[in-house]
């Protein structure tokens, strides 16, 4: 809470928009917005976008995947209407390729919060990596990115895969 009043004093904008303000309450400081949802789909429901994942405010993942889970989930469930198979099972292929584009980009996330690792620094000692880089970053989340984890293995921690958003009762 001192955290945010002390910090609203020193920033310009902050201060001479709550200038004439009146407190009315305590302020509060909204943090740790990122959540996966523990399954992806049951008998006659399936998550996309925010309610199956949200990764992180940073990068602008949460329109990109909004929109792209929002088409596979259409495809998938447009041909679960064709072959008439509406069950959970049926979602599979759309969790695994969501949860492992989300696992690609939030390894890239994971490193830009980590303390010595910048992405100038990364792409100054591998720079044939710059195109993953910038491809994971602006969507293509489920190419091969094997190369570019080593290279950041090489100078952060890289987070364990996250297990979850396959569907239920499966
Ligand atoms: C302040 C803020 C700033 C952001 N800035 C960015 C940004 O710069 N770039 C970026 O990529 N992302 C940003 N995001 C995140 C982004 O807005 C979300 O990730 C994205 O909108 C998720 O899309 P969605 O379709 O999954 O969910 P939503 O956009 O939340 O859509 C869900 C819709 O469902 C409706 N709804 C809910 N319950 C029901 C119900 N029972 N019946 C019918 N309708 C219902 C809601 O009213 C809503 O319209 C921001 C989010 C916030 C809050």
């Known amino acids: 809470m ?7 004093r020193q920033n310009k904008w902050i201060e001479s928009n709550l200038k004439d303000a009146h407190q009315v309450g305590e302020y509060w400081v909204t943090n740790e917005y990122s959540n996966h949802s523990r399954y992806c789909s049951k008998q006659g429901l399936m998550l996309a976008g925010d309610a199956y994942c949200f990764l992180d405010p940073v990068f602008s993942s949460g329109l990109m995947l909004a929109l792209k889970s929002g088409v596979m989930a259409a495809d998938a469930i447009d041909s679960g209407l064709i072959e008439n198979d509406l069950t959970p ?3 599979m292929s759309y969790a695994r ?4 584009g989300i696992n690609n980009m939030r390894i890239l996330v994971c490193a830009f919060y980590s ?25 293509d989340i489920n190419k091969d990115y094997t190369s570019l984890h080593e290279a950041i ?3 952060v921690p890289i987070p364990k895969k996250m297990e979850l958003g396959m569907p239920l009762n499966t």
């Open 2 to 8: 001192k955290f945010l009043i002390n910090w609203s």
């Open 89 to 91: 099972a049926r979602f």
């Open 97 to 100: 390729t969501l949860r492992d």
């Open 115 to 139: 303390e010595g690792f910048t992405f100038k620094a990364l792409i100054d000692r591998f720079p044939n990596l710059a195109g993953d880089v910038t491809d994971c970053l602006s969507g």
């Open 153 to 155: 293995a090489t100078m």
